[in-house]
């Protein structure tokens, strides 16, 4: 099968919707470059005369970084844009920045962007690729992506596992993005969270809700930890960091509930000691953490490969 009919389409915008198969070949191509990545030689010319922009318009560490080096490996020139230093600061809208950027002839669009549907909105107005890196509390794609892979590579596989979802499903688009992506590949999800941080009728999501963690983490086999997301919390959704910490922190006692060989997940960045007990975040016993970050160089790689190979074809 070539690059282009793997994933047959312009954009990754997000998990939902996407084929079982598409979502898998995505994540065997991701798998070779895992291998890729850990070897001396590294540097290929797969996206060479191709130029690739990161425009966030949030705070990121792992995913610019992770794209910037996934397009630098891969022989594309990569272009970070300060938005705080562009002319965005003068006022300049989202969509007349991203046809300004179009005009020269970009091939991949990487944004972040706080406002849900504001990635889409973007790529409906520009004929380079686009991939959201995250938009609002709606999608990021490449996280479930990397995810899975990280599942996938330590457990053999994705259907059948029971994976609880815990924290702050509410303004998650982690959350969201992890539970498309579960569903579709066949794993059972659970969200594990007090009433304030869930979604109204959660249950729509195709997962079995809980409010108490000892029961939501009864023999799972995943146990993916959410960040309390303050930023994007306008009054009071949770008592106090103690009390959070208290009933939904992940600690080793909690832990206790899932299977023995149970991994734990975070996206990142961490709170330690709000959403999880800090020696339990390093421990490479359990945590595979650091494996996430890893995993999301090679399906940011991926990625910005079938995509780019898809440039030329008209998917509308
Ligand atoms: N997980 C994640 O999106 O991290 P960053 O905000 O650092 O990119």
């Not at 099968?1 to 991701?30: C, K, N, V, W, Y």
């Not at 890196?133 to 590579?153: F, K, N, V």
């Not at 999301?296 to 998917?315: H, I, P, S, W, Y």
Request: with cysteine; glycine share 6%.
């Amino acid at each position: 099968m070539t690059r282009e009919t793997i994933f047959p389409h312009r954009h990754l915008l997000g998990i939902q919707g996407l084929a079982p198969t598409e979502i898998s070949a995505l994540l065997d191509l991701s798998d070779d470059y895992v291998d890729k990545n850990r070897s001396a030689d590294r540097k290929m010319t797969t996206l060479r005369g191709k130029t690739v922009i990161n425009l966030f318009f949030e705070n990121s560490t792992r995913t610019r970084t992770s794209f910037e080096l996934a397009g630098k490996r891969l022989g594309a020139d990569v272009i970070n844009m300060q938005v705080s230093a562009s002319s965005v600061a003068k006022g300049e809208t989202l969509i007349d920045t991203a046809m300004t950027l179009n005009a020269m002839h970009v091939d991949v669009l990487v944004v972040r962007h706080p406002d849900s549907g504001a990635v889409k909105l973007l790529s409906d107005k520009v004929n380079c690729a686009v991939i959201n890196g995250g938009d609002g509390s709606h999608e990021h794609p490449t996280q479930a992506l990397l995810d899975a892979l990280t599942i996938r590579r330590r457990k053999g596989h994705l259907d059948g596992l029971t994976v609880a979802i815990c924290g702050d499903v509410l303004h998650s688009r982690v959350a969201r993005s992890n539970i498309h992506l579960l569903n579709t590949m066949g794993a059972q999800v659970r969200v594990v969270a007090p009433r304030t941080l869930l979604p109204s009728q959660a249950e729509r999501l195709g997962v079995e809700v809980f409010h108490d963690m000892r029961r939501g983490l009864a023999d799972v086999d995943i146990v993916m930890m959410l960040r309390v997301q303050h930023e994007r919390m306008l009054g009071s959704f949770i008592p106090s960091i103690r009390e959070y910490f208290h009933f939904f922190g992940l600690d080793y006692e909690k832990l206790a509930a899932a299977k023995p060989d149970a991994l734990i997940m975070h996206p990142g960045p961490m709170n330690r000691g709000v959403e999880i007990d800090s020696d339990l975040a390093d421990d490479v016993e359990r945590s595979v953490i650091r494996e996430q970050v890893e995993m999301g160089v090679a399906v940011r790689m991926a990625c910005l490969e079938v995509l780019t190979a898809n440039l030329q074809k008209d998917f509308r």
